[in-house]
């Protein structure tokens, strides 16, 4: 190729979801094409119509394979210019979008030199290998990657029985069939042919498997893996990760139906032997309810500085050790009557002493002696206790108010390294004086549109199809930012303005289902919240129908959650109200499930058709077996009662691959997609019915 020769290219955006009909093409892709904007939109031409017919089968099926596996593609075909002329061209693109696939369009002649988009994914899987890598430090899971023209695997670990070369290498790999040795002869045949078919295309998939690679004995494995392929198609490159799920396969062959075991792991924190949030309010609030007089009790917040200091250069195992040392620092003082983990490094603790100041005392020396012991352990981390205390007056029972007093003090000296303890004081009335400006802007905002309905999709976590949607709200600023639920709903519950936003956020589902069915959309079920105070309310179940009727909706695409905070007052009165929603065709869920009131014999008589699992119970899945045990635990206890399961807060591929593994299947959360303004979420899932085109 000449070295002046002119670079040849330009952009084509098509459609896919609509027949590949293209949007937009650029000036460069005319400067040699001939076709213009007002041609390729008068003409409604299609992507696959600027390719030579003997090759526009070949083009439509490139295309939709790639994205049917949402990857980059490259193709090379003859393309009819319009002037009736041919060019060979290469065309690349991504697949993250189908509804406008940006795709570049180059002479073939210049490729060679020239092809930026070609560099640009070489980067992306560069990248990919260093993320791989940076996962693989902080996970005990085995991270490989495998070089198919060379037969060579390497591992992020090294495992001694395959005699790996250097850089824990092994050569020959699939030409020697070196794994053969070490797995279960039931397995051997499926695996090699996964291989095969990892190897034959770019494609992703996973595999299960026995194997005695990395134990004594056969366990059971998962690989997951993806294999890349250069710009002829051939496969190059297979990354994967080999997980050890002997404990899952032998849980979910378990039906463990101890109720009793199961209200143990409701109640308490597996790691440190301390209650969770849960079980702490519960018997906190019992002994405070009846509290010895001539003591001074106190509620004492504390989290550890610089923790993720230690996960990151020692390991969750280390972690995890400073956790119990600090849980049994806590349950040794002088003062303590019990204790909670909140979740990570947060606790709570209930502590009681004939003074204020032998209290003060007690937490400073607890502090010091904790932080002493882990300099010497962590020389060059800075790991302190940063704390708050509040001390509860003797009529005051009320304990999450306590709690969140005790952590305003926690965060006033959070980044001080002289005070070892925060007091509550009168000057954090400055949070009340917020709370009071929230209630008096509600009504304006209601008014004015500034409060706003999105809408968080929900997927089925195999099929990864959208299944419906929860409605959240959205309190936008003048700036355009908005406020978070959790600026604004604590503060409507606490003052009893929560029955007027969540009304509104009713009325906008309602609105919304009514706008999807008169334009003919697909109908998707949507949830919505509703808070404890609107349980008392003696007219709350005629609103919700008198509402609904009046918009005249299918009340079968309707979700009411019901906080799981309601179950602390009278539940005869709370399961009538939910007998006659779903009498009226209404489903009705619990929402954030375990973390609330709820005891297991009232779970098992709710008549409820969801329960919505907390995403703090699955935080920690991916790494600790007894997390995974509680999950399988409590989902099994609540199978046994006929209840629909879906979780919240599914955040990685990982944790979405061991509830399916579970049997699982139906979560939102930030893996999917987060919550999102309704144009946005119609833009993106909404589709005219076939019954009704």
Not at 400 to 405: C, L, V
Not at 630 to 653: H, P, Q, R
Request: aromatic residues 12%; contains cysteine.
């Amino acid at each position: 190729m000449e070295d002046n020769y002119k670079l040849k290219a330009g952009v084509c955006i098509f459609d896919l979801t609509n027949g590949g009909k293209i949007i937009s093409v650029d000036n460069d892709l005319f400067g040699f094409t001939g076709y213009s904007q007002d041609y390729v939109k008068e003409n409604e031409l299609t992507v696959y119509s600027l390719f030579d017919k003997a090759f526009r089968e070949s083009t439509e099926t490139a295309l939709n394979d790639a994205a049917k596996e949402r990857r980059s593609f490259c193709i090379r075909q003859p393309m009819n210019c319009r002037d009736g002329s041919s060019l060979f061209v290469h065309c690349c693109g991504n697949m993250h979008d189908l509804s406008r696939v940006e795709m570049i369009i180059s002479d073939c002649k210049c490729h060679e030199s020239l092809d930026g988009a070609e560099k640009k994914l070489m980067r992306q899987i560069t990248e990919q290998k260093e993320k791989l890598h940076m996962i693989a430090d902080n996970t005990d899971d085995v991270y490989y990657q495998y070089d198919v023209k060379h037969d060579l695997m390497q591992l992020t670990v090294s495992i001694t029985r395959f005699r790996l070369d250097y850089d824990n290498c092994l050569e020959n790999f699939l030409g020697s069939r070196a794994a053969e040795e070490f797995l279960h002869p039931d397995d051997a045949q499926a695996y090699f042919d996964e291989w095969e078919k990892a190897l034959k295309k770019p494609t992703k998939g996973t595999m299960e498997f026995r194997t005695k690679a990395y134990d004594d004995e056969y366990c059971w494995y998962s690989d997951a893996y993806i294999s890349f392929a250069d710009e002829s198609g051939e496969v190059t490159e297979v990354f994967g990760r080999l997980a050890n799920i002997q404990k899952l396969k032998t849980l979910t062959s378990q039906a463990d139906s101890d109720s009793e075991y199961i209200k143990y792991l409701l109640q308490s924190d597996q790691l440190t032997g301390l209650y969770n949030r849960k079980g702490f309010t519960q018997q906190a609030g019992s002994l405070l309810s009846r509290r010895e007089k001539g003591y001074v009790y106190a509620l004492v917040y504390s989290d550890i500085n610089d923790f993720s200091y230690v996960n990151e250069n020692f390991g969750y195992e280390t972690g995890n050790t400073m956790l119990r040392d600090f849980a049994e620092c806590l349950r040794t003082g002088e003062t303590f009557v019990m204790g909670c983990r909140i979740y990570s490094d947060f606790f709570i603790t209930l502590c009681r002493a004939k003074t204020r100041a032998e209290l003060i005392k007690s937490v400073e020396t607890e502090n010091t002696d904790f932080t002493a012991l882990q300099k010497l352990k962590f020389p060059s981390g800075d790991i302190r206790i940063s704390c708050g205390m509040y001390i509860l007056p003797e009529d005051e029972v009320e304990l999450n108010t306590a709690i969140d007093n005790a952590n305003l003090a926690r965060k006033s000296v959070k980044h001080s390294s002289s005070i070892l303890c925060g007091i509550y004081s009168q000057r954090m009335r400055m949070q009340k004086l917020y709370e009071q400006s929230i209630c008096n802007e509600l009504h304006a905002a209601l008014d004015s549109g500034q409060i706003e309905m999105f809408l968080q999709p929900k997927f089925h976590l195999e099929k990864r199809v959208i299944i419906g949607a929860e409605a959240l709200a959205r309190w936008r600023n003048p700036n355009g930012t908005y406020k978070m639920p959790f600026e604004f709903i604590p503060v409507l519950e606490k003052v009893g303005y929560i029955d007027e936003l969540d009304f509104f956020i009713y009325e906008e589902v309602l609105r919304t289902l009514d706008k999807w069915k008169r334009d003919n959309k697909e109908l998707l079920p949507i949830s919505v919240n509703f808070s404890q105070h609107h349980i008392t309310q003696p007219k709350f179940v005629e609103n919700i129908i008198e509402t609904a009727n009046r918009f005249k909706v299918d009340k079968g695409f309707v979700e009411l959650e019901i906080t799981e905070s309601c179950f602390s007052g009278d539940t005869q009165a709370l399961f009538s109200v939910m007998d006659r929603l779903r009498n009226e065709g209404f489903k009705v869920s619990i929402d954030d499930f375990g973390i609330g009131y709820s005891t297991l014999s009232v779970l098992m008589n709710a008549p409820v058709d969801i329960v919505k699992i907390d995403k703090s119970f699955i935080d920690n899945i991916e790494r600790n077996k007894n997390d995974r045990d509680f999950v399988a635990n409590m989902c099994n206890l609540i199978d046994t009662a006929n209840k629909d399961i879906i979780f919240e807060g599914v955040e990685t591929d990982a944790q979405a691959a061991i509830l399916c593994q579970s049997g699982y299947t139906k979560a939102q959360g930030w893996l999917f997609d987060k919550a999102m303004p309704l144009s946005d979420f119609e833009s993106k899932y909404m589709y005219i019915s076939d019954e009704n085109k």
